[in-house]
């Protein structure tokens, strides 16, 4: 009895921990904005150097690394970045950026946004977006909602 008892225990506590809501429409988080972490924080002195090494990783990550040609419209600025399932912030030196760069086709995809993080001058995070337009690229979606608070390059 003691058995049947857990075992019907175990499958009510793994039901609710299971039950989400049922919709027809997918569930998007709403992309927040770079958080500043301190207000009027300096970014780090050099900026150029980081650009190249956000490049260079951005690069690593698309089919055709050659043809990729960055937009910077952006200038660096501290914050937090939160992941696309918000269960890890990046703090540090954060800014967007867009990329264009040819696909396996050999035809340019169109701009998409990036983001990437330094801290003590390091790069800790960088993710490309989908290109997929608003509500379904949350880089793209997080990049625009928080433009107001970057600074121009």
């Known amino acids: 009895m003691r058995i049947k008892a857990a075992v019907i225990t175990t499958i009510i506590a793994a039901m609710q921990c299971a039950a989400t809501p049922v919709s027809s429409q ?6 927040e904005r770079v958080r500043p972490s301190e207000p009027g924080a300096k970014t780090l ?4 150097s980081m650009r190249l090494a956000a490049e260079s990783v951005i690069r690593n990550r698309l089919v055709d690394p050659e043809s990729a040609i960055f937009e910077w419209p952006y200038g660096f600025m501290k914050g ?8 890890r912030f990046y703090d540090g030196e954060i800014t967007c950026g867009l990329v264009n760069a040819k696909n396996r ?3 340019y995809t169109g701009k998409v946004f990036f983001v990437v993080v330094f801290n003590n001058g390091s790069l800790t995070y960088s993710d490309i977006g989908t290109g997929k337009g608003r509500g379904r690229d949350f880089v793209g979606d997080s990049c625009l909602k928080s433009a107001p608070e970057l600074p121009a390059n």
């Open 105 to 107: 086709l050999g035809g």
């Open 45 to 48: 002195s050099d900026p150029a």
């Open 80 to 87: 937090r970045w939160p992941t696309i399932l918000k269960s």
């Open 26 to 31: 997918p569930q998007q988080s709403e992309p």
